[in-house]
């Protein structure tokens, strides 16, 4: 058994659109890509493959999934073996092993870690908009930095009280157990010598701003916090400390908000604190991450990797802050990465200029400054060597080192003409240092793991019988779609109620009813009234797994439907997640066909679908009457049960503003 510390490397490293490009020819489409199907025989297009989603989807034949669900229908793979060919693509290590009561426990652990810090995040933010002490404070500073209320919402931004455990007293008070308030070191406990059975407990955050750090997939896995004091004894950014669910190597700060940015961008811009991508978040520019004041690591190199191949970094001017990061420079080329390079004037770092210029000088300053990474390089060293020969030789030889990490062999080539242009060195110097170097990573580099071979698959034949497509299950995708698109949105929701009419009491009126519910809520509750269920298998499993994080006051996880074991449910929520991208391959807004949001009206959508559901149901039931055996002694009561049900259709049908 594969484990699943390998399972979820191989997710988080491998691009759907890298892996599928093996085997079939995409070109850029927007924020995705297209080709040709490799299921079936066609001329144009159908084949789309989402970057941001981790998904494609096959048009022509309905197949879709993510990477692994790829490999098991166009190689006939298993899912071990899909897992297993990633893992050689990306050279992960594959680990195999029974999961034992430890691992399971563990597994425990960690979302029990996870629980307790969406909790902190909501308790901080409420600190910082409704505590006294949190808007004089927190909420001032945020303020005075220029960020709006939209903009602290949006970040859920939030401010730790100044006292020792007020934090802690009240999450002990709800009930979460102080193991795992230590474990991600929202608290802090010592030992008491003078009553060792009572320890004594610290908020690690006291009279600090919080700045939540998100996963790609939105989880809360620690915080960063400001000390707004001048106190020299403390850091003046503290950072939640290494645990089980936080890495700080391996996070980009503000990735969650600006991926799907990124993607449409076709860029990111790399910032180093918490303040510049928010500050231009607010300046409406969202492809922008921060490594949080750490040197750039490979982790956080390939997290931008699977949604953009060119990054842009931005310094603030600072010259020796500047030099110490040109490391990251040679680490992102090494991933086949295209850089840029761009600073500031004066010595403004991205936050504070974003506020003294507005959005638009700000975007073109950013299109007009940025330059190739090797011009920057150049021109920041050439000052240091300035007329010194050995000076200039070390820069050179820094230049063709940093050209030697981009594993393009024609890139390489042009990188090397353009250095020989601005230094002044002949082409041919310059391709034999280039070949010396490469010709040491030959000789130190490990085996390839490419003379293995690839294992000879038999075709897996598909058993499984095909499932009609019927009104119930085409209104039971919907709200399967609903649920995963809209579930966490909270919506106005209108409702029509009969009532007596007061001056005549036997006569029926109808009222609306207006009320607010989360879109998830609304489904469940409407369906559980009417004590409906699925008769689609997958959609009841995908319905009670989303019903189940609703209930434990999660958000609905797409992530986990899309990299689901059984390629049923990942192959259902494909098709939900790519079934308006259908819209891009033909070009329908070309064709000045506009096709109307689902937003503009969701509280209408959700409630017309839920009428539809009851409304073929009601139809089917009928229908089962009507065909069934009639005895002389049942008769009226059928007859009964027809009228009533018919009575019901026509009710819901007026709701739905149908003629019957």
């Known amino acids: 058994m594969i484990s699943k510390n390998t399972i979820d490397k191989v997710f988080e490293t491998a691009r759907v659109e890298e892996v599928i490009g093996e085997f079939v020819q995409l070109k850029k489409s927007g924020s995705s890509f297209k080709g040709l199907s490799p299921f079936s025989e066609e001329r144009t297009p159908s084949f789309m493959v ?19 669900s790829f490999l098991m229908e166009h190689e006939h793979y298993t899912y071990p073996e899909a897992i297993k060919w990633l893992a050689r693509k990306y050279n992960i290590e594959i680990e195999e092993t029974e999961q034992t009561d430890a691992q399971k426990h563990q597994n425990d652990e960690r979302e029990n870690m996870f629980v307790v810090s969406e909790y902190a995040k909501e308790y901080f933010h409420n600190v910082l908009l409704e505590d006294n002490e949190g808007k004089a404070i927190g909420l001032s500073y945020f303020k005075e930095r220029g960020f709006t209320d939209a903009t602290i919402k949006k970040f859920q931004l939030g401010y730790s009280l100044n006292e020792w455990h007020a934090f802690t007293d009240e ?21 008491n010598p003078k009553n060792p059975s ?62 799907q940015q990124i993607a449409r961008e076709d860029n990111c811009f790399l910032v180093e604190g918490y303040t510049d991508v928010i500050s231009f978040h607010q300046a ?83 299109a007009e400054n940025s330059q190739d990474f090797i011009k920057f390089k150049v021109s920041l060293l050439l000052e240091e060597a300035q007329s010194d020969p050995v000076k200039k030789a070390g820069l050179i030889r820094e230049i063709v080192t940093s050209i030697s990490k981009i594993p393009d062999n024609i890139q390489q080539e042009v990188y090397l003409q353009e250095c020989s242009r601005i230094m002044d060195i002949s082409e041919s110097v310059l391709f034999s240092a280039l070949a010396q170097l490469n010709s040491k990573e030959d000789n130190n580099a490990s085996k390839s793991g490419h003379s293995q071979g690839q294992p000879m698959m038999a075709a897996v034949k598909d058993d499984k019988p095909r499932v009609k497509i019927n009104e ?60 409906i269920e699925f008769t689609d298998p997958v959609f009841k499993d995908i319905y009670f797994d989303i019903i189940h994080q609703m209930n434990q006051k999660q958000p609905v996880s797409i992530n986990q439907f899309v990299n689901h074991p059984d390629p049923a449910i990942s192959g259902i929520v494909t098709d939900v997640l790519m079934d308006d991208d259908k819209y891009t391959l033909s070009n329908w807004a070309a064709k000045e066909v506009i096709v109307k949001p689902k937003e503009k ?34 008769r009226l009561e059928k007859m009964e049960l027809i009228m009533n049900y018919t009575k019901l259709k026509i009710l819901i049908s007026d709701r739905l503003y149908r003629v019957v």
């Open 50 to 68: 989402s970057p941001v989603k981790g998904i494609w989807k096959d048009f022509s034949t309905g197949k879709g999934g993510n990477t692994i």
């Open 198 to 259: 009572q320890p004594r407990k610290f908020d690690r955050f006291k009279g600090r701003v919080l700045f939540p750090i998100h996963s790609m997939s939105g989880r809360v896995l620690g915080f960063g916090g400001r000390i707004l004091t001048n106190d020299k004894k403390a850091a003046k950014y503290l950072n939640s400390p290494e645990s089980d669910i936080y890495h700080k190597s391996k996070i980009l700060y503000g990735l969650f908000h600006a991926k």
């Open 284 to 366: 409406g520019i969202e492809n922008v991450v921060a490594s949080s004041g750490t040197a750039l690591t490979p982790d956080q190199i390939r997290l931008v990797n699977r949604l953009t191949k060119n990054i842009t970094i931005l310094f603030d001017g600072d010259a020796a802050g500047i030099r110490a990061s040109l490391r990251g420079i040679d680490l992102i080329l090494e991933q086949g990465m295209n850089v840029k390079v761009m600073t500031f004037p004066d010595g403004d770092d991205p936050d504070s200029f974003s506020k003294k210029v507005s959005p638009e000088e700000l975007k073109t300053y950013l």
């Open 171 to 191: 999450a002990e008070n709800k009930g979460y157990a102080i193991k795992y308030l230590e474990s991600t070191g929202l608290t802090i406990v010592k030992e």
């Open 472 to 531: 119930i299950r085409k209104y039971e995708f919907l709200i399967i779609k609903i649920l995963l698109l809209y579930g966490n949105l909270e919506v106005d929701f209108i409702d029509l109620v009969e009532d007596e009419e007061k001056s005549r009491p036997n006569r029926k009126v109808t009222k609306k009813e207006e009320f607010t519910n989360t879109v998830s809520n609304e489904i469940y509750l409407s369906l559980q009234d009417d004590e």
């Open 601 to 634: 009206s969701l509280s209408k959508h959700v409630l017309d679908t839920i009428y539809n559901l009851r409304r073929v149901l009601i139809v089917e039931k009928i229908k089962e009457i009507a065909e069934g055996d009639w005895k002389d002694e049942d």
